[in-house]
């Protein structure tokens, strides 16, 4: 893992100031659009107008982007090389094209897990007919309001902002503590923040019923970001992450599925990169004696 991060080590560092400022404000953004903006239905126009295609998920995270991101690149004078956006183009490692190969693994894994489960006599094998309706267009709409919106704005801020950036801060402030130890630390602080900035979303949708929901929510979100963390640093392809992180959130079925959490089936492309890169070490390894 650690070798893996050897890039992130080369960022420049944007100080605990930026840092605090970024997560601030999308602290800020989320209880407003959470609490505020989606109750009010004031964005629900724009969906219906377009029968789904555009929705209040992507017009939200449009304008975190607005706010957020000019203090990363502007204040914080990081480089789209810095956050891992480029180079974009080709069929390098970070390229979007290899981005949308794991994507692609990823969604053929959550197909795969739901052709077990049918086998398994969890329920019968069914075409999705959705795609031949006019819900379709709104599931079109679901899957560009993640992978253009919500998943894109989340991986950028919480993987490939955050982790480098408290990674080298912690190294900054404890000289003597090991890279390992610090990439640790940076990845449970800056997934701790990520599951925390989800509570008003949850709060919106109405997801806690007590404080055993809440802390339940909370470790599945520590989970899921240190997951995504991991489909990040060992592809090291933020576009892997971001179309990982969307098919979790919603998946595009072909089939019908007999369990709503089997979209979680994505995460399997962890050990499908870990093995790619075992191969890729091996023949490396092979071509060099």
Same mark, same amino acid.
């Given at each position: 893992?650690?070798?893996?991060?050897?890039?992130?080590?080369?960022?420049?560092?944007?100080?605990?100031?930026?840092?605090?400022?970024?997560? &601030? &404000?999308?602290?800020?953004?989320?209880?407003?659009?959470?609490?505020?903006?989606?109750?009010?239905?004031?964005?629900?126009?724009?969906?219906?107008?377009?029968?789904?295609?555009?929705?209040?998920?992507?017009?939200?995270?449009?304008? %975190?982007?607005?706010?957020?991101?000019?203090?990363?690149?502007?204040?914080?004078?990081?480089?789209?090389?810095?956050?891992?956006?480029?180079?974009?183009?080709?069929?390098?490692? $970070?390229?979007?094209?290899?981005? =949308?190969?794991?994507?692609?693994?990823?969604? =053929?894994?959550?197909?795969?897990?739901?052709?077990?489960?049918?086998?398994?006599?969890?329920?019968?094998?069914?075409?999705?007919?959705?795609?031949?309706?006019?819900?379709?267009? @709104?599931?079109?709409?679901? $899957?560009?309001?993640? %992978?253009?919106?919500?998943?894109?704005? @989340? @991986?950028?801020?919480?993987?490939? %902002?955050?982790?480098?950036? %408290?990674?080298?801060?912690?190294?900054?402030?404890?000289?003597?503590?090991?890279?390992?130890?610090?990439?640790?630390?940076?990845?449970?602080?800056?997934?701790?923040?990520?599951?925390?900035?989800?509570?008003?979303?949850?709060?919106?949708?109405?997801?806690?019923?007590?404080?055993?929901?809440?802390?339940?929510?909370?470790?599945?979100?520590?989970?899921?970001? #240190?997951?995504?963390?991991?489909?990040?640093? #060992?592809?090291?392809?933020?576009?892997?992450?971001?179309?990982?992180?969307?098919?979790?959130?919603?998946?595009?079925?072909?089939?019908?599925?007999?369990?709503?959490?089997?979209?979680?089936?994505?995460?399997?492309?962890?050990?499908?990169?870990?093995?790619?890169?075992?191969?890729?070490?091996?023949?490396? @390894?092979?071509? $060099?004696?």
């Amino acid at each position: 893992m650690i070798e893996r991060c050897r890039s992130l080590f080369m960022v420049r560092s944007v100080g605990w100031k930026v840092i605090g400022l970024v997560v &601030l &404000l999308h602290l800020l953004l989320t209880s407003l659009v959470n609490l505020w903006l989606f109750p009010s239905g004031l964005l629900s126009p724009i969906q219906t107008g377009t029968r789904g295609l555009i929705t209040v998920t992507l017009v939200a995270n449009l304008l %975190f982007m607005a706010v957020v991101f000019p203090v990363i690149f502007l204040v914080g004078k990081l480089k789209a090389k810095d956050l891992a956006l480029v180079p974009a183009l080709g069929f390098g490692p $970070s390229s979007i094209a290899v981005g =949308l190969m794991w994507t692609a693994v990823a969604w =053929l894994l959550v197909h795969g897990v739901t052709l077990i489960m049918v086998l398994a006599g969890w329920g019968p094998l069914e075409w999705n007919g959705l795609w031949l309706t006019p819900t379709g267009v @709104e599931w079109l709409g679901r $899957s560009i309001g993640q %992978f253009f919106g919500n998943a894109f704005y @989340e @991986e950028v801020v919480f993987r490939a %902002f955050l982790i480098p950036q %408290f990674l080298l801060a912690i190294k900054k402030r404890n000289r003597k503590m090991g890279w390992g130890r610090c990439l640790l630390y940076a990845l449970l602080v800056s997934q701790l923040i990520f599951a925390m900035t989800h509570i008003p979303h949850r709060i919106n949708n109405g997801a806690y019923s007590g404080a055993a929901s809440v802390v339940a929510d909370q470790l599945f979100l520590l989970i899921a970001g #240190l997951l995504l963390s991991a489909v990040f640093l #060992l592809s090291r392809n933020l576009y892997a992450a971001v179309g990982v992180h969307a098919l979790v959130n919603f998946t595009p079925m072909l089939i019908q599925s007999p369990a709503a959490e089997v979209n979680l089936a994505a995460y399997l492309v962890i050990p499908v990169i870990l093995a790619y890169n075992a191969r890729v070490a091996k023949n490396l @390894e092979n071509r $060099s004696k």
